[in-house]
């Protein structure tokens, strides 16, 4: 059982829908990461959060310690939002353990 | 502010040889973090330099090494390569010293063994 799970592994959305990503960790963390690959590979960091809730644009993403379980939003979806969406736990020393990967298509 | 900066971009290297894959930081950012991208096996950990030196390490074998140079860069050494090392190796920085400062990501580095 990985350590990090992540769900769905595929997505497909029309423009403006609302998008949710769901990743449940089973490690002790101190913090969770999520990012976003384009084709190609580069990956840009969207959040880090230890708690609560963080909103950047269009992009809500929350965290419940208690539960182990992180969900990334994504309102008023974009074709341009399409990508690979993956969260990652921060442990000891800094060591990132990565989900598989939600690959997001939104359909114009 | 530059980002992340990686090369090359690309390579081809035979099984059995020898590869060094390099690293510049974001301007200020000490640590830097080395990643691999498999295909079909996602991300993961490979090594972790603060300061100029390496401060943990992911489950790999001793062929995958690296270094931080004085100027925070970086490289990563593969020896005897195998098949199974094809893959995208992503450098990361972030601040040293506060332990939750965001990542910054190159573009990585697609290695191709023959």
């Known amino acids: 059982k990985n350590e990090v799970e992540q769900s769905p592994q595929n997505l497909t959305a029309q423009e403006g829908e609302f998008i949710t990503i769901n990743c449940s960790y089973s490690v002790g963390i101190s913090a969770l990461h999520w990012l976003q690959q384009h084709p190609g590979g580069g990956i840009v960091s969207l959040f880090m959060l230890s708690s609560g809730k963080k909103k950047h644009g269009r992009l809500i993403a929350t965290i419940n310690i208690q539960e182990k379980h992180s969900s990334l939003h994504i309102t008023a979806s974009h074709p341009r939002d399409s990508a690979v969406y993956i969260c990652?736990?921060?442990?000891?020393?800094?060591?990132?353990?990565f989900g598989s990967g939600t690959q997001l298509t939104v359909l114009p | 502010e530059a980002g992340v900066t990686q090369s090359p971009t690309h390579l081809i290297k035979t099984r059995g040889q020898q590869v060094t894959l390099r690293c510049s930081p974001i301007?200020?950012?000490?640590?830097v973090y080395w990643y691999q991208q498999a295909l079909g096996l996602g991300l993961q950990f490979l090594l972790w330099y603060d300061e100029g030196e390496e401060r943990n390490r992911g489950n790999f074998p001793p062929r995958f090494s690296g270094r931080q140079f004085p100027n925070y860069s970086s490289e990563l050494n593969v020896n005897a390569l195998e098949l199974e090392d094809s893959a995208l190796y992503l450098c990361a920085s972030s601040l040293g010293g506060a332990y939750n400062s965001p990542l910054h990501f190159g573009n990585g580095t697609r290695l191709t063994v023959t």
């Open positions: 301007s200020g950012h000490t640590s």
């Open positions: 990652a736990a921060k442990g000891s020393a800094r060591q990132l353990t």
